[in-house]
């Protein structure tokens, strides 16, 4: 168990709506990733975060931001939901010895 | 060009035979790390196993190996004596470089069955 929680864990929304997707995590680890599992395509990255205030874009970023004003604390946010964002969500982090752990996921469907 | 390759959409193997799971992979880099996740129908994703470029010996977990063939750029998974348990999504990742975020490449993943 590394410690992750990701909220909520199942949503549905409209589509233009704003969704937040919250990872907590209990083990002080200075990485944090948020990935999405869409069939076909397996798991892509969207945001990671450094550290406190220190994100950067991952492979999909378009259409998702990230804040991390904590360090057990990781947010993602869809500012204006489609359909093409129904998907599931992963948080991830990375131990001291560089494996990554994955939350249980979030599954969002936009409609 | 794709980076992990996992050629097996879907593998049915009887219980207790041994299975390898496929995997290949692309990368320029010297250092890297490969990794294998179990994703049972619960969605959950499981870390089973890693192997590091310049590890010399083969990753051991329990009933889990990687076959780690560093100039084929292969790192298949084996699972020895499967159980009904063992039925699931694996996925096969990599992350290039040492230092600084472990950023993770996803193959597309092999659904194994095993059957009674």
């Not at chain 2, 593998?11 to 496929?22: G, R, S």
């Not at chain 2, 990368?27 to 990794?35: E, R, V």
């Not at chain 2, 790192?75 to 600084?100: H, K, P, T």
């Amino acid at each position: 168990d590394a410690g992750i929680t990701q909220s909520p864990r199942h949503k549905v929304t409209e589509t233009g709506t704003p969704v937040t997707l919250r990872c907590h995590q209990t083990e002080n680890h200075r990485y944090m990733y948020w990935y999405r599992q869409d069939p076909g395509h397996g798991l892509r990255l969207i945001h990671y975060s450094y550290g406190v205030k220190d994100t950067d874009k991952g492979e999909v970023s378009d259409g998702y931001s990230v804040s991390r004003s904590k360090t057990e604390d990781f947010l993602l946010t869809l500012e204006s939901a489609t359909s093409s964002q129904t998907s599931v969500y992963f948080c991830a982090i990375s131990d001291a010895g560089g494996t990554i752990y994955f939350g249980e996921g979030s599954w969002l469907t936009v409609v | 060009a794709q980076k992990i390759t996992q050629t097996q959409p879907g593998m049915f193997v009887q219980e207790k035979e041994a299975v390898t799971l496929d995997c290949t992979y692309d990368t320029s880099d010297q250092s890297y790390g490969l990794f294998w996740y179990k994703q049972p129908s619960s969605g959950e994703m499981i870390f089973l196993i890693y192997q590091g470029s310049y590890d010399e010996q083969n990753a051991t977990e329990g009933r889990y190996s990687l076959n780690f063939q560093k100039a084929r750029k292969s790192a298949n998974l084996v699972i020895s004596a499967s159980q009904l348990g063992d039925s699931a999504m694996y996925f096969c990742a990599m992350r290039e470089g040492q230092r600084g975020a472990q950023k993770l490449v996803f193959g597309q993943g092999t659904r194994l069955t095993i059957n009674p």
